[in-house]
């Protein structure tokens, strides 16, 4: 398997006997072998004899003629907050959990979908975080630009797919927790609107915002995951020209603090769709303006993560990365009456972004708007804190506003890679990923 291969190449291999599902695991994991380091790893936990049973039967099945199922003989990794049965489910901590009773939802249905689940991959411990940095098992280099991060929280997600460790990953998406790491990767991530995909078995950050999504290749092989964990039967994407399409650019707040080469990939690519037909409207956001008052204190993270934590942080404190501690412990000081307040802004802002979007097709910013910093850059708290609220800003949006988005690739070769975001209103996941496809062909 190379590296990037879509999905449905690797399915149409499989189903034409070009290759078989045992092949492609035992080429995931001797990618694995060759590029997983005692020090910064990207797996955590291989499932190395389940995962090569679940292949063997879908090569059975095949040989008999019958259908695995609609991802079947496919290698998939998981974020390790998902359940699977008789593994710990440490969420990147040193994992005093027991061990899981049941999988996941999500991950009864990849299984039930033929999917050949590889392993956990490494992550922010928590998720508490969009730069990906993780003191107890390492943090993976950025595979397109080594002495960079590779982003957070799904870290080693993104990094198994752009090293051919897996052909597409499962990760959370909180604040960015896919689309960030599928931006500094070069890779395409989706996040659905949240009550799409059931979140039982999965380890909680924050309960509002949380969302589950695919890390993958294409528009497409996002579709396809998204199809198994929402529950629906994939239907190919059927064309749409770009041609008398609006989009809405936000003239301020998503915009401000692009380094240049954010600046100068994003530009390139509105010329390409302006070329290709679309509409582009530059136009200020006044609920973007409001975005930063539901985070003050912390916010709905700090203190839905402090409920989960309070008295594990009692028992273990002294075992949690120092960087997500402090975060969380910031939930104490948030009351039920500012909490409830929160909520009750919350609702409002929604229901005004959703009105402010029904007059576009979608809203086109940077998904991040630097590119990967160098681990350097992060060595002081003082400069990670600043740089991780940089890179949650953009993604963000879509996550405090219940919004659906996605990450596309927009680098050029020999450039540092950076996203192109595209958010649609809630509900609107199936009509994002055609418009997504349409701007992913018009490259």
């Known amino acids: 398997m190379n590296p990037i291969t879509p999905l449905a190449s690797l399915l149409d291999e499989l189903a034409s006997g070009r290759h078989n599902a045992r092949d492609l695991l035992a080429s ?253 409207i530059e136009a200020p956001a006044p609920v973007l303006a409001a975005i930063p008052e539901l985070m003050e204190g912390g916010g709905f993270t700090a203190a839905e993560s402090y409920f989960v934590h309070r008295h594990s942080l009692e028992q273990h404190g002294d075992q949690y990365d120092p960087r997500v501690s402090s975060r969380i412990k910031r939930g104490a000081s948030i009351s039920a009456a500012d909490y409830l307040e929160l909520c009750r802004r919350r609702q409002a802002r929604k229901q005004e972004a959703d009105q402010w979007l029904q007059d576009y097709d979608g809203l086109l910013a940077p998904t991040v708007p630097i590119v990967p910093p160098t681990f350097e850059e992060l060595a002081a708290d003082d400069d990670y804190a600043r740089l991780n609220l940089l890179v949650l800003r953009n993604p963000t949006v879509a996550n405090m506003l219940d919004l659906c988005a996605i990450s596309l690739p927009n680098h050029a070769p020999g450039e540092l890679p950076s996203g192109l975001m595209l958010i649609g209103r809630n509900g609107s996941d199936d009509a994002l990923l055609r418009l997504a496809l349409a701007i992913e062909s018009a490259r």
């Open 28 to 280: 995931c994991y001797s990618q694995a072998d060759l590029k997983d380091k005692a020090d910064a790893r990207i797996y955590t936990r291989r499932f190395e004899q389940s995962a090569r049973a679940e292949a063997e039967a879908v090569d059975r099945l095949r040989a008999a003629g019958l259908s695995g199922g609609q991802l079947a003989g496919l290698p998939i990794a998981l974020k390790v907050l998902f359940d699977v049965r008789g593994e710990v489910t440490h969420a990147g901590s040193r994992g005093w959990q027991p061990p899981a009773s049941r999988d996941a939802r999500i991950v009864s249905r990849l299984r039930c979908e033929g999917a050949v689940l590889t392993g956990h991959t490494n992550m922010t411990e928590f998720a508490y975080s969009g730069l990906g940095l993780n003191p107890h098992y390492g943090t993976p280099e950025n595979p397109l630009a080594p002495g960079r991060i590779p982003g957070g929280s799904s870290s080693g997600a993104a990094v198994a797919v752009a090293l051919g460790m897996a052909a597409g990953a499962i990760g959370s998406d909180t604040g960015g927790s896919v689309r960030i790491p599928a931006a500094f990767c070069g890779l395409t991530g989706f996040k659905p609107s949240q009550s799409r995909v059931p979140r039982d078995g999965t380890f909680p950050l924050s309960d509002t915002l949380d969302s589950i999504g695919p890390i993958a290749p294409t528009v497409d092989c996002c579709a396809r995951l998204d199809a198994v964990l929402s529950g629906h039967a994939y239907r190919p994407i059927r064309f749409l020209s770009l041609k008398g399409l609006r989009f809405v650019v936000p003239g301020d707040y998503m915009l401000d603090g692009m380094d240049d080469t954010v600046a100068y990939a994003f530009a390139r690519r509105l010329k390409t769709l302006r070329e290709a037909g679309a509409t582009l």
